[in-house]
């Protein structure tokens, strides 16, 4: 079997699933220099593709229509798949593409297709199984080796460290209400961190920063940038800080992918589902490991009793303490 000289690696959603994809592309890409990637992703995540000279970017939206989607991938001239994304919409672009390469004699045009490992969550969300998944970073790699290409070293040596001194992050939401801290404790915590001279930086979106905004001005040494930097100058922001303090959401694997500490808040999602920052140390992931966790795949089922307990279990004076344990090993 011939070996491929142009992957288009094809991943279009959810945002920290692409940002968890970046540091292993990346490292394929550095040790196969023959060998030239484009990565098919959403527009904003560009800045965590670039450095390396055989690495091409397009900014592809899954909200487009498939023949849309195909026109655009089509364009690459790619003679290898790999296939991160696995859902309708992208699969039948996918198809179109195979179909017109078959009709074009290009028998050596391979699509290599992600294993998500959907029944091992399954078994863990009702309840037969507590043994951590495979780390998602490793199905990402496991299809490069399938494509045959030589290992690239993705996972960091030691823990991440951030800069000395600087701001604490603090990114309160996520995409689903099973991912979310209630909002009067990551309040509390903004209280204790400022009461004790640290200085504070808040993210979020536009949608969320009337919240985050009102925050920055109850307390001293609060800002909030939230809807107001581009993706880019946000993780600029990142780099300049000592850690981040996030829910089971895109802005841990932001984070994780600029080698800044995450102090991990989760819920309904367990941080063994294989979807941890990568690099992060594992005793920075607050989770209540109550008989119920994990719950749900995403965040998105409603609590079966009513409370996330999950999330209520877990006390800002806790986060604290771990926030304060970790900045003293740095």
């Keep these: 079997m011939a070996k491929v000289k142009h992957i288009l690696v094809v991943r279009l959603s959810a945002l920290g699933d692409v940002a968890l994809l970046a540091p292993v592309v ?35 939206s899954k909200k487009q229509p498939a023949r849309a989607i195909y026109r655009q991938l089509r364009a690459v001239g790619a003679d290898a798949v790999a296939d991160m994304h696995v859902v309708n919409r992208v699969g039948r672009a996918l198809r179109l593409l195979a179909l017109d390469e078959l009709l074009k004699c290009h028998l050596h045009f391979r699509i290599i297709r992600l294993r998500k490992g959907r029944w091992s969550r399954w078994l863990m969300t ?11 970073c ?10 045959r290409l030589a290992e690239g070293h993705f996972l960091p040596e030691g823990e991440y460290h951030g800069e000395q001194g600087g701001a604490i992050g603090i990114a309160p939401f996520a995409q689903h209400q099973g991912k979310i801290w209630p909002l009067d404790r990551t309040e509390r915590l903004v209280a204790m961190l400022a009461g004790r001279g640290h200085r504070v ?40 800080l000592s850690l981040m303090v996030s829910m089971d959401s895109a ?30 140390a594992r ?23 009513g409370d996330h307990h ?16 970790t900045l003293a090993q740095g």
């Design 283 to 305: 005793g920075n992931a607050l989770c209540a490991d109550l008989p119920c966790q994990p719950c749900s795949a995403y965040g998105n089922r409603k609590c079966r009793y």
């Design 26 to 60: 990346l490292a394929f890409a550095e040790a196969n220099p023959e060998v030239h990637f484009t990565v098919a992703a959403p527009p904003m995540l560009a800045p965590l593709f670039g450095g390396k000279g055989n690495l091409d970017f397009i900014g592809v």
């Design 126 to 136: 009702h309840g037969y199984s507590r043994s951590p998944r495979r780390p998602q």
């Design 201 to 240: 930086v808040l993210f979020g979106s536009k949608d969320e920063a009337h919240k985050l905004d009102h925050w920055a001005q109850l307390y001293p040494r609060v800002v909030s940038v939230a809807g107001k930097l581009k993706f880019d100058e946000e993780l600029d922001v990142m780099r300049h």
């Design 251 to 280: 802005n841990m694997h932001f984070a994780s992918a600029i080698g800044l500490p995450v102090v991990s808040i989760w819920g309904a999602t367990h941080p063994d589902f294989g979807f941890y920052g990568l690099g992060q």
């Design 310 to 325: 999950c999330l209520q279990a877990i006390t800002p004076e806790a986060v604290l303490a771990r926030i304060e344990e």
């Design 138 to 147: 490793e199905r990402y790699a496991d299809v490069f080796r399938r494509l």
